[in-house]
């Protein structure tokens, strides 16, 4: 079946314009995970979601990244009022259940704030 | 904090030799994974290892874990020009849900 999508897979903006992040994950998958990776570093957890529950938003760097699901559905991530440190590689990934499973990440977006 | 730090930052071998990279963690875990990830983009499982086991195999792949020493190993045996990649090691913590905590990975290079 289909994989983890994510688009765009490439976003320049300018700093201090609003930016919009999206992912499909895997049919039937229930957890939902948002990821920033910079440049040769590792990555950093920012979000997650698990069905109906709230969200576990320990990981959000600041008050300008914010993230939505519906569900089992769709997610966006959203980064208000981007600054140059915002460029990163942002990964979505999903599981079937919240457990201890492998992830199945997207193929990501790559955000350049000029 | 990281949890995961993987050594060597980088390694560069030869077509058949073998790669080994290390990683360790600081906190109680319920299962430690290995990712590999070409080009900067999407990340791929390769295996999971649990906190009771010790040693797992998977084709060309071995892992180890030492949960008295908090690290773990993975072995690539035969190297291929294809094997090369950036790996993470992501650990899950006790209790809770799958939030994976990621090293700052190994860049292997495996020339022909």
């Known amino acids: 079946g289909a994989g983890v999508s994510q688009s765009p897979s490439n976003k320049v903006t300018e700093k201090g314009k609003d930016v919009e992040l999206r992912c499909d994950p895997i049919s039937g998958h229930t957890a939902l995970y948002w990821y920033r990776q910079r440049l040769g570093q590792g990555l950093e957890f920012l979000i997650y979601f698990q069905g109906n529950s709230a969200p576990d938003k320990s990981g959000l760097p600041s008050d300008r990244f914010s993230a939505e699901r519906t569900g089992e559905s769709v997610s966006t991530l959203t980064i208000q009022r981007t600054q140059q440190e915002d460029s990163a590689v942002y990964l979505c990934?999903?599981?079937?259940?919240?457990?201890?499973?492998?992830?199945?990440f997207g193929p990501g977006t790559r955000l350049t704030v000029t | 904090s990281q949890q995961g730090e993987e050594d060597p930052q980088a390694l560069s071998i030869q077509e058949g030799e073998n790669a080994t990279m290390n990683c360790s963690y600081k906190?109680?875990?319920?299962?430690l994974q290995w990712y590999r990830q070409n080009s900067g983009r999407g990340l791929v499982h390769l295996i999971l290892?649990?906190?009771?086991?010790r040693e797992k195999h998977s084709g060309r792949l071995r892992v180890t874990l030492d949960t008295s020493k908090k690290s773990s190993s993975l072995l690539i045996t035969a190297s291929r020009a294809a094997d090369t990649a950036s790996y993470f090691c992501?650990?899950?913590?006790?209790?809770?849900?799958?939030?994976?905590?990621f090293g700052a990975g190994t860049r292997l290079a495996v020339h022909p």
């Open positions: 990934a999903s599981t079937p259940v919240g457990g201890s499973y492998e992830q199945y």
């Open positions: 290892i649990r906190s009771n086991e």
């Open positions: 906190t109680s875990i319920n299962n």
């Open positions: 992501a650990t899950a913590s006790s209790g809770g849900y799958n939030k994976l905590i």
